[in-house]
């Protein structure tokens, strides 16, 4: 399976980004998807997943709100919606995918070897 991310850029306070997540090599209704960030000198931190039957999602408080997640089946590809940015959702964001069994986990007590697949990520810059 690979994965590769697009999307990201600069993007004021306040503003909207979509990030996508397109898939090949395998079909999204088999992967449970989660989006991660990375900020300078912090570690890597989950944000977001969604089950691959019914395209639930998860989302953790620092997100929950502003960010969603949507899925594209046709196009094999998940999107990231990102609202109200603020400076420190600055972050290398990547995408992430695991055999869904028991459905999508996320969040700090997660351990990120739990996604057998990732991008190589995309940089989102929130500044004026």
């Known amino acids: 399976l690979q994965i590769v991310e697009s999307g990201g850029g600069l993007v004021q306070p306040g503003g909207s980004l979509r990030l996508s997540c397109a898939l090949s090599?395998?079909?999204?209704?088999?992967?449970?998807i989660g989006w991660f960030r990375q900020a300078p000198g912090k570690e890597r931190e989950g944000i977001l997943c969604a089950n691959s039957n019914d395209g639930s999602t998860k989302s953790t408080d620092s997100v929950k709100g502003r960010f969603t997640i949507a899925r594209n089946r046709a196009k094999n590809t998940v999107y990231l919606q990102m609202n109200s940015l603020k400076p420190e959702d600055t972050a290398v964001y990547y995408c992430?995918?695991?055999?869904?069994?028991?459905?999508?986990?996320?969040?700090?007590?997660?351990?990120?070897?739990?996604?057998?697949?990732w991008g190589k990520g995309t940089q989102v810059t929130v500044s004026l």
């Open positions: 090599g395998g079909t999204l209704d088999r992967y449970a």
């Open positions: 992430a995918a695991e055999p869904d069994e028991n459905g999508c986990l996320i969040g700090p007590e997660v351990p990120l070897v739990k996604y057998d697949y």
